[in-house]
């Protein structure tokens, strides 16, 4: 009887096994990877608080805060009045009407930016701003058309505008020297990408 011959399809058919356990290690470590991230997704948003948490919180600090600041020890309630009636007195003054344009040299292409701007201020600090406002106008609409040119598509797309809302209200803010503007509200908001 005659010794086989060996064949040269036993080291492919090893090359391949290497290279399908190869795979599969890959396969099984994104897998992993992939329930790691989801598991770190859902626990962040186990304890991340609602909304309606936030505010709660807004209030007992508002209250903490007003407590602290009474010397002759009187109740906690008529601060919280005074900050509820604080709210209802707010104001809206014009920032101006911007049209912003600025051109991607990675893409090629262009964006028109359109909105009128207002902020919020307390119905006892509007002269104090409108003083402030005339002063720094200048500098102010530069703050904002920066922060606006300085927006991804993708933060001009929110339907709230929340980061945009949160950047022109602490650069207008510092541009003040003083805490004035409590909120930002955009009208008329449009963008145009080309």
């Known amino acids: 009887m ?3 011959i060996p064949t040269e399809e036993a080291p492919s058919t090893e090359a391949a096994k290497i290279k ?3 795979i599969m290690t890959l396969v099984k470590a994104l897998a992993l990877l992939s329930v790691l991230v989801i598991l770190q997704v859902v626990g962040v948003s186990m304890l991340m608080p609602t ?12 209250t903490a805060e007003s407590t602290a600041d009474t010397d002759d020890g009187s109740s ?14 707010m104001r809206e003054v014009s920032l101006g009407t911007f ?7 990675d893409t090629g292409s262009s964006l028109n930016v ?7 201020v307390l119905a006892s600090e509007e002269g104090e701003f409108l003083q402030l406002y005339t002063e720094n106008e200048r500098r102010l609409r530069e703050q904002i ?15 709230d505008l929340d980061l945009i809302k949160r950047k ?13 503007v409590h909120e930002a509200i955009f009208s008329k908001f449009s963008f145009i990408e080309r």
Do not use: Q
Request: proline share 4%.
């Open 20 to 22: 399908k356990s190869g």
């Open 99 to 105: 049209h912003v344009v600025t051109y991607d040299a």
């Open 145 to 159: 058309l920066v922060t606006v040119r300085g927006a991804d598509i993708s933060d001009l797309s929110d339907p």
């Open 2 to 4: 005659a010794a086989p």
């Open 168 to 180: 022109i209200l602490e650069k207008v803010n510092r541009t003040l020297g003083k805490a004035l």
């Open 51 to 62: 909304s309606a948490e936030t505010s709660k919180i807004a209030e007992k600090l508002v």
């Open 76 to 89: 906690a309630a008529p601060a919280k009045e005074s900050a509820e009636i604080a709210i209802y007195n």
């Open 114 to 120: 359109d909105f009128d701007l207002f902020g919020t």
